[in-house]
């Protein structure tokens, strides 16, 4: 089994800065592409940024400039480092991650449980 595991939320003031941590572990061959994702109450789930395993970044326009996605590969960790937060930042970010659990399979898609991160006005 696989497990994703986040770290690294909670309440921060508009302005300021956090780091958000995902630890993998477990039966992995590869890791690819890992990502962050968020959701804020009544929302759907959206695209907050995403890494190749080469480091190639992307980010939608609302965090770019902002947010900074990196990786260590010998870890198996994926990074979100967040500033100048603002209030519409708000929400419960998600950990994923394409992972090829064993050699000769194919890649299935994981996700962590989640951590909440809360900007005040």
């Known amino acids: 089994q696989v497990q994703l595991v986040e770290s690294g939320g909670g309440l921060v003031q508009a302005g300021g800065s956090l780091r958000l941590s995902c630890a993998t572990s477990g039966s992995i061959f590869s890791i690819s592409t890992m990502a962050w994702y968020r959701q804020a109450p009544g929302n759907q789930r959206e695209f907050v940024a995403t890494i190749t395993k080469a480091g190639t970044t992307n980010y939608p326009d609302s965090v770019k400039g902002r947010f900074t996605i990196s990786r260590d590969n010998a870890k198996n960790t994926v990074y979100l480092q967040m500033n100048s937060l603002k209030p519409e930042d708000t929400a419960v970010y998600y950990c994923?991650?394409?992972?090829?659990?064993?050699w000769g399979t194919g890649p299935e898609d994981h996700w962590g449980q989640g951590t909440q991160v809360t900007v005040s006005s």
């Open positions: 994923y991650a394409r992972i090829i659990m064993r």
